[in-house]
């Protein structure tokens, strides 16, 4: 193998574990101190062999609690075995807490209370704040200004009369009766449609 220039498969050949046996192979005086570490510390025995950062995807946990699992001594199989037991223990947690938000009587969950909820205050703020621009008038407050303008509007239909009695007496002339009296009338209209309640 020439140095600076490598094949394809010298690159493979060259994985950490293959080179660390073809030197400890080549040279049996440095495996004298090696021979208690048959794996380099980031392989792990199994029947297949795994770094940790493998372990760790396969159980799907992260490289940090892999590390601490192996140092407790346990084996791969046992690691990737508790994850799988410690994810259905909280599934089992999490459907558990959603059957107790439901309520008692089946109803109605917990969840769908507390979207109730939002769902009512946030109609209630809608409210208060077309209240707040003029858009929403208290019922009582229109009932208040129609009742002070049908008075208003009895009162000043009541003082027709007495107001034309004495010119509608004078005149004899029907054309000038209807005038003055669709005169007055008017009058009275434009008096309601300027009509502001005390």
Known sequence: MQRGIWKSEE?????????????????????????????????????????????????????????????????????????QQWRHQMSQRSQKRASEKAAPDGDISYIEAQRLKEIALKNLRELEYQVKSGDLVPVAEVNAW???????ARNILLRIAPELRDRLCIEQDPAEIDRLISQEVDRVLQRLAEFKPN
Do not use: C, F, W
């Open 146 to 152: 129609v009742a002070g303008m049908i008075i208003e």
């Open 11 to 83: 690159r493979e050949q060259l994985s950490i574990p293959a080179t660390i046996s073809r030197v400890l192979s080549a040279n049996p005086a440095l495996a004298v101190g090696l021979t208690a570490h048959k794996q380099p510390p980031y392989m792990v025995e199994t029947s297949q062999q795994l770094t940790v950062s493998e372990l760790a995807m396969q159980a799907d946990i992260n490289v940090g609690t892999a590390s601490r699992k192996l140092k407790q001594g346990k084996s791969p199989e046992q690691i990737i075995e508790e994850a």
